[in-house]
């Protein structure tokens, strides 16, 4: 079956950085288009980054500079690089894979930033 693992949340102080990484199995990596969201308590998922499968990347305004997505095929691996982190920027992040036959999300890792 299809399963996406996310890893490498925590605690970590205003300022700090982070990399997060999701491994998927059960699905053809290299040919889906991957995703990062987060959710805050209270708020709506937010999208935040995406790669696709060529490797194009794109960005929500409101992380650009900050975040950094890359994959690494070989590993069916996704990861998120987290700097400059925030207390706003606390919140569940998750990772979604998603192609032409279907769409997959992983239970979340918790990013915590307080001092």
């Known amino acids: 079956q299809v399963q996406l693992v996310e890893s490498g949340g925590g605690l970590v102080q205003p300022g700090g950085s982070l990399r997060l990484s999701c491994v998927a199995s059960g699905i053809t990596f290299s040919i889906y288009n991957m995703h990062w969201y987060r959710q805050a308590p209270g708020k709506q998922r937010e999208l935040l980054a995406v790669i696709a499968r060529g490797g194009g990347t794109n960005y929500a305004g409101t992380i650009k500079g900050r975040f950094t997505i890359s994959r690494d095929n070989a590993k069916s691996t996704v990861y998120l690089g987290v700097s400059s982190l925030k207390p706003e920027d606390t919140a569940v992040y998750y990772c979604?894979?998603?192609?032409?036959?279907?769409?997959?999300w992983g239970q979340g890792t918790q990013v915590t930033v307080s001092s």
């Open positions: 979604n894979a998603q192609s032409r036959t279907g769409s997959y």
